[in-house]
DNA sequence: ATACTTGTTATACTAATACTATCACAAAAG
DNA sequence: CTTTTGTGATAGTATTAGTATAACAAGTAT
């Protein structure tokens, strides 16, 4: 796990340290049941507080990505609740989708991009 | 143009009043060229601080979807750069997808997701 | 001209969130 | 018994969201 932040970036530092967890679990580099590192290794090795850590095992943890365990510490366990994940999903892309339309972007762009995406993630 | 804000959601106000022009906009209820309600109007009529409208049309100004003028108030103006709202599109479902891929949701799913939102808005 | 409305700017304040800093605790592992 | 685990309490700073007033220059209407 090579974990980075960019202090000088908009986005709140337990959503970088989420979103690069979730992106290597999405490319297969970390694998179910694999351990996280403690919030306290982490947040060494990041310069970053502990609980900031923490916030965003809390986060994966509500998002049903990750178990928390005094024993094991953080462990990926994927809740594969794909309903619930599908809502989830057009939730996130809605306004996304709402904003290329105001723009003339055609239904096969969109799928396009898709595409894209995921080919970035499948190898 | 009917907005309204839910100030028990977890949504700043004047993201609530972007989603719902884009919504208009991307369902044709609002058109180019078409003219939103002053700041002040908007501010009184949903009860919220006149800043805040004029923080959400600065947002929508940004992304390029209104123009400012001081003669006509906001006006619905489309920045039609397809490269560049395709870039902004691909950044905004990049970790949406990246989640979905971590919850075992194919590429199908998503495309099959996609089109529901994209009907949702096409009639 | 006068009155009104437009976006815009400035200042000031409250509330909430993000982040840091310490200290501490119970549970499990060595 | 010592270390490490997540977790909790408390406290402080910085930033953002939102409100409240006030004012200004530029355009519109009468």
Redesign the interface.
């Known amino acids: 796990m090579l974990i980075t932040i960019d202090f000088s970036s908009d986005e709140a530092i337990y959503m970088q340290l989420r ?1 690069q967890i ?2 290597a ?2 490319t297969d580099r970390i694998r179910e049941g694999d351990t996280l590192p403690s919030v306290r290794q982490l947040a060494e090795s990041t310069g970053v507080n502990m609980h900031t850590v923490n916030k965003a095992y809390s986060v994966l943890k509500q ?3 990750v178990k928390l365990d005094r024993r094991h510490g953080a462990v990926v366990a ?1 809740d ?3 309903a619930q ?2 809502g ?3 939730c ?14 055609s ?1 096969d ?3 396009m ?6 080919n970035r ?2 190898e």
């Open positions: 979103n979730i992106i679990i999405a998002e049903g990505i994927l594969l609740n794909k994940a599908l989830e999903l057009k996130e892309i809605q306004m996304a989708i709402a904003k290329a339309i105001c723009k003339n972007i239904i762009e969109v799928h991009a898709v595409e894209e995406i995921f993630y499948k």
